[in-house]
Nanobody
Framework: VQLQASGGGLVKVGGSLRLSCAASGTSFSISAMGWYRQAPGKQRELVAAITNAGTINYANSVKGRFTVSFDNAKNTVYLQMNSLKPEDTAVYYC??????????WGQGTQVTVSS
């Protein structure tokens, strides 16, 4: 299984970015996909996740600003990030949660929000 994340970069406060994470090599059912992030000196935290039933969870800090979506045909999860803040600066990791196996992780993509 490979998770290829893209879309990170440098953006000014209030700007937007769209992250993508394409999964390949999956021969099993997917329970959920989503994104975690880790800022320097901080623990990794869940940003957003979407299940195969369409249930969505967001971290309180991103509610109303971020939108997670999943394209089943492309096995790709997206994270639309609007109204970005400096505290959103982190490495963002996508994850794939199979139904009966351990999670898979992408390589991480850096998001930097400058003030």
């Amino acid at each position: 299984v490979q998770l290829q994340a893209s879309g990170g970069g440098l953006v000014k406060v209030g700007g937007s970015l769209r992250l993508s994470c394409a999964a390949s090599g999956t021969s099993f059912s997917i329970s959920a996909m989503g994104w975690y992030r880790q800022a320097p000196g901080k623990q990794r935290e869940l940003v957003a996740a979407i299940t195969n039933a369409g249930t969505i969870n967001y971290a309180n800090s991103v509610k109303g600003r971020f939108t997670v979506s999943f394209d089943n045909a492309k096995n790709t999860v997206y994270l639309q990030m609007n109204s970005l803040k400096p505290e959103d600066t982190a490495v963002y990791y996508c994850f794939l949660r199979p139904v009966y196996l351990s999670d898979y992780w992408g390589q991480g993509t850096q998001v930097t929000v400058s003030s």
